[in-house]
């Protein structure tokens, strides 16, 4: 079956940028959708199909896909940004089913 | 706005069934653009998605717990339900309900969640 790829954690400072990968089999020829989960919360979507922001999602976040890997940026990172983030995919070739990485936590040095 | 809230037994026992209700405010359940979901979360895990269903479309399982989930929907009352029979303290989570924007006739990103709810399975 699919499986998603991610970093466990990554680290980063203040005002530098966040690069959160997500890896799948050319999952380049998937949708992308990216979630941020504080503790205690329920997620919020910060990206859609690959590359799209929700509206109230400051600018500083992007998506890219392409080939083997999806990224979610976050650039200009602040301490607020620290949270878990997630992607998710629909994988329709080996099952009918939403799929969810296994998370990345992001933490602000 | 669209509103959606989680109602349930906090614990339920080994071998019974969870049972658990999403109330939708602010948007109709009925509504062909879009998917309405269950997805889970162990303690100081991951997010694992159990199910979907199209009001009048498809309705899709985990295939790992297709054998063992039912989701239904109560138009009358705008809310849809779980049940997860034969449980175990592997099912133990917060259990999130959410809507799914449809995409290409299948569930896609989930644009508002409910605050969740856990689940303990114990005797």
């Known amino acids: 079956s699919y499986v998603l790829t991610q970093p466990p954690s990554v680290s980063v400072a203040p005002g530098e940028t966040a690069r959160i990968t997500c890896g799948g089999d050319n999952i380049g020829s998937k949708s992308v959708h990216w979630y941020q989960q504080k503790p205690g919360q329920a997620p919020i979507l910060v990206i859609y199909?690959?590359?799209d922001r929700p509206s109230g999602i400051p600018e500083r976040y992007s998506g890219s896909n392409s080939g083997n890997t999806a990224t979610l940026t976050i650039s200009g990172v602040e301490a607020g940004d620290e949270a878990d983030y997630y992607c998710q995919v629909w994988d329709g070739i080996s099952d009918n089913q939403v799929l969810f990485g296994g998370g990345t936590k992001v933490t602000v040095l | 706005q669209l509103l959606v809230q989680e109602s349930g037994p906090g614990l339920v026992k080994p071998s019974e069934t969870l049972s658990l209700t999403c109330n939708v405010s602010?948007?109709?359940?009925?509504?062909?653009?879009?998917?309405w979901g269950w997805i889970r979360q162990p303690p100081g895990k991951g997010l694992e998605w159990i199910g979907s269903?199209?009001?009048?479309?498809?309705?899709f399982y985990k295939p790992s717990l297709e054998r063992r989930v039912t989701i239904s929907v109560d138009t009358s009352k705008n809310q849809f339900s779980l049940r997860l029979r034969s449980v175990t303290a592997a099912d133990t989570a917060v259990y999130f309900c959410?809507?799914?924007?449809?995409?290409?006739?299948?569930?896609?990103?989930?644009?508002?969640w409910g605050p969740g709810t856990l689940v303990t399975v114990s005797s």
């Open positions: 602010g948007g109709a359940i009925t509504s062909s653009t879009h998917y």
């Open positions: 959410a809507r799914q924007r449809v995409g290409g006739k299948v569930p896609y990103y989930c644009d508002h």
């Open positions: 199909y690959d590359t």
């Open positions: 269903f199209l009001y009048g479309g498809d309705t």
